[in-house]
């Protein structure tokens, strides 16, 4: 097996969780047959441990950039109309102190990663499906397309988002996308720090009141000022009443209560957790750590806090409580991250 796993994990499970489990429309991708478990393990396992030889920057002590959160507890899922059965039940959940970023990792933050480690992101490495090779690529979202949303696009990576045409020149301090779950724990690792835990996204999201729908309350018509979204009609009319087509540069809307830019909208954040449909379920049999779990290979991660795509008729992903997974390989447009530090 290669050191990249892009076979229906990518084309076909990434195309369902983001368009929020709603598309039911049939893929031209013919599904081929898992790896055998032990080679599945070991692509997992070598890429955790490749992500260990990352040497820590040496400011990696430095929290410039970040807010403290004094940590507390709060009550965690759905409490709208639209929450989905995977947010619920609701439940109790505490949370430690914690340092957090104020913005997702920017391009220009992610560049200076890379230059000072030589890493290489998933979407930059060929990848083997049944012995036969592949050409590095990512998920480009196509609008246009009846058929299929989104499109392998060769050549797409952080650097090329919507493929090789593309570029992000001048675009330092929008958000890096296209970095699957395995370059945004790399990079971590690279700063000292760590992803954050699904219950403590929700926590940060949330901001100090968990009755609100969104971080900045409970009125919808407020949306536009508050957060990067799609208006209009998902997927070919979008009003831009945001002002913005896709990405925004990080701190283009108002931070939540806690200080914290686009915790909702612009690009989901991955998390550190592997994604359960019927987490808050268990809650009252889980071990220490359970959320925090990430060595399965056999689920998707989660991401939270939604993106440009999400809409008020297809998608609901900024609201606080909003649940969505992705393969941990996957590396799309409108998905990057921020991360935590413990104190």
């Known amino acids: 097996m290669s050191s990249k796993f892009k076979s229906v994990i990518i ?52 929290t410039r950039g970040m807010v403290k959160l004094d940590g507390g507890n709060y009550m965690m899922g759905g409490n709208n109309n639209q929450a989905k059965p995977d947010e619920f039940p609701r439940h109790r959940e505490n949370i430690e102190p914690i340092y957090v ?19 290489v992101t998933t979407a930059e490495r060929s990848f083997e499906i049944k012995g036969k090779q592949y050409e590095p690529g990512a998920l480009v979202f196509d609008p246009y397309n009846p058929e299929w949303w989104w499109k392998f ?10 493929g090789p045409e593309s570029n992000i020149e001048g675009k330092d301090n929008e958000p890096v996308v296209q970095v699957s779950w395995y370059d945004a724990m790399a990079y971590a690792k690279w700063a000292g720090k760590r992803l954050p835990t699904e219950a403590e996204y929700e926590y940060f999201n949330r901001a100090g009141n968990d009755t609100l729908v969104y971080h900045w309350g ?38 939540n209560p806690y200080g914290l830019y686009e915790t909702a909208g612009n ?64 590396g799309l447009e409108h998905t990057g991250f921020r991360c935590v530090k413990d104190i």
Request: proline residues 5%.
């Open 153 to 162: 696009e060769k050549k797409a990576n952080w650097r090329h988002p919507e």
């Open 218 to 255: 409970n009125d919808f018509e407020k949306a536009p000022e508050m957060v990067n979204f799609y208006q209009g009609e998902f997927p070919r009319k979008n009003l831009l009443e945001d002002n913005f087509k896709k990405r925004a540069p990080v701190k283009s809307f108002p931070a």
């Open 267 to 330: 690009v989901w954040e991955w998390c550190l957790d592997t994604y359960r449909p019927d987490a808050y379920s268990k809650t009252e049999d889980k071990v220490d750590g359970y959320f925090q779990e990430f060595e399965n290979m056999d689920q998707q991660k989660v991401i939270r806090g939604g993106s440009f795509l999400c809409s008020e008729s297809y998608c609901t992903g900024y609201r606080n409580a909003a649940r969505m997974s992705s393969a941990p390989d996957t």
């Open 101 to 119: 970023d104020e913005t997702e990792v920017t391009n220009k933050q992610f560049r200076q990663f890379v230059e000072e480690t030589g890493y």
């Open 11 to 62: 084309l076909a499970l990434s195309i369902f969780i983001i368009s929020c489990k709603e598309n039911k429309k049939s893929s031209p991708i013919q599904v081929v047959e898992q790896e055998p478990e032990t080679e599945k393990v070991n692509y997992h396992e070598n890429y955790l441990r490749e992500i260990s030889y990352i040497k820590t920057r040496e400011d990696s002590a430095s």
